[in-house]
């Protein structure tokens, strides 16, 4: 299936800085990129998504942006909080299914 | 508004058993999923399914079995557990198509001894 590679698997911010997480992906005909939190024995969450005619979407502190023809997608979030701890996961539509990266640990100490 | 439900929510079993976990949603949302997760390789689909007797196969379906009489439930059958099959799975859902949101289910963490 599409292969996702994201990158970086642990991160750690001071509260208030910001944190990125890159993801790039192997079918150019993928049109549909999300990202989800996941919270401690819970299950995946979506948060912001995109699709392929957009290059930027923002939601308050979350931000997302494409690049199709270098085939990545970041997740951009501003003044992190403690509450924003969590793993995140990007993924990509290609075909039947969604594929997912394998996540990253972000940590916000205060 | 229950949304999606799974159970149990832990299960132990034992090698070669037979293992169905369970996988609700009140939406009636047209497709379902299971997932697992595990250390390293992140979540990887099992099976899916667009509407009620309609399953197919995802990237790993080797060992489990699904079906999906009504449009609200799709259970996941593990017909002989295997060590290999010790994960956390998810169910998720989505409304009308694969690139509507994937709600997913709180997980079932189960352990095959």
């Known amino acids: 299936g599409e292969n996702v590679e994201q990158h970086p698997s642990t991160l750690s911010v001071q509260e208030g800085d910001s944190a990125v997480i890159k993801c790039t992906y192997s079918?150019?005909?993928?049109?549909?990129f999300p990202w989800y939190k996941q919270e401690l024995g819970k299950g995946p969450q979506l948060i912001i998504d995109i699709r392929s005619n957009v290059g930027e979407k923002k939601d308050q502190r979350i931000a997302v942006t494409l690049n199709k023809t270098a085939k990545h997608f970041s997740l951009h979030i501003t003044e992190t909080q403690p509450e924003d701890s969590a793993v995140y996961f990007c993924?990509?539509?290609?075909?039947?299914?969604?594929?997912f990266g394998k996540g990253t640990s972000l940590l916000v100490t205060p | 508004d229950a949304g999606i439900t799974q159970s149990p929510r832990y299960k132990i079993t034992e090698t070669g058993r037979q293992v169905t976990l369970m996988c609700h949603q009140t939406w009636s949302h047209s497709y379902m999923f299971w997932y697992r997760q595990d250390l390293g390789h992140g979540l990887r689909l099992i099976y899916y399914s667009a509407a009620a007797d309609i399953t197919d196969k995802g990237e790993v379906p080797d060992g489990y079995v699904v079906s999906r009489s009504k449009t609200e439930n799709f259970p996941l059958t593990l017909e002989s557990a295997t060590r290999s099959q010790t994960s956390v799975y998810f169910c998720?859902?989505?409304?009308?198509?694969?690139?509507?949101?994937?709600?997913f289910g709180p997980g079932t963490r189960l352990t095959v001894l």
């Open positions: 998720a859902s989505s409304d009308k198509r694969l690139t509507d949101t994937q709600y």
């Open positions: 079918d150019s005909a993928s049109n549909y």
């Open positions: 993924a990509v539509h290609s075909g039947y299914a969604l594929n």
